[in-house]
């Protein structure tokens, strides 16, 4: 069974540092794209970042905040979140697409065909 898990959100004060997780199983994720998604309430779902088999994207909101790495051979994606404003607090999700994808595919929610269930980020004094 295909599962994608989220895990490192919590409770920062604006400046902090966080690193999220995504762990996969029932399938490996070689150098399929992973994307981070964010939802705050009231809000739609947005695109953070992407990883793919040959490129790394930041939406303009998170450039030079964010990085994302992977590490295959522990099947997790990694979200660094440094410098964090209260405006980053919603639900990261992350997500996967079914093949190999040299570029990142975009931050559509049919892009991506495998999501967690979501981490809750809240960055406030």
């Known amino acids: 069974q295909v599962q994608l898990v989220e895990s490192g959100g919590g409770l920062v004060q604006p400046g902090g540092s966080l690193r999220l997780s995504c762990a996969a199983s029932?399938?490996?994720?070689?150098?399929?794209?992973i994307g981070w998604f964010r939802q705050a309430p009231g809000k739609e779902r947005e695109g953070v970042s992407c990883?793919?088999?040959?490129?790394?994207d930041y939406a303009d909101s998170v450039k030079g905040r964010f990085t994302i790495s992977r590490d295959n051979a522990k099947n997790t994606v990694y979200l660094q979140m440094d410098s964090l404003k209260p405006e980053d607090t919603a639900v990261y999700y992350c997500?996967?697409?079914?093949?190999?994808?040299?570029?990142?595919?975009?931050?559509?929610?049919?892009?991506?065909?495998?999501w967690g269930q979501g981490t809750q980020v809240t960055v406030s004094s």
């Open positions: 990883i793919s088999a040959g490129r790394t």
């Open positions: 029932g399938f490996t994720f070689n150098w399929r794209a």
């Open positions: 997500a996967a697409t079914k093949g190999t994808a040299y570029y990142c595919p975009g931050y559509g929610r049919t892009a991506y065909d495998y």
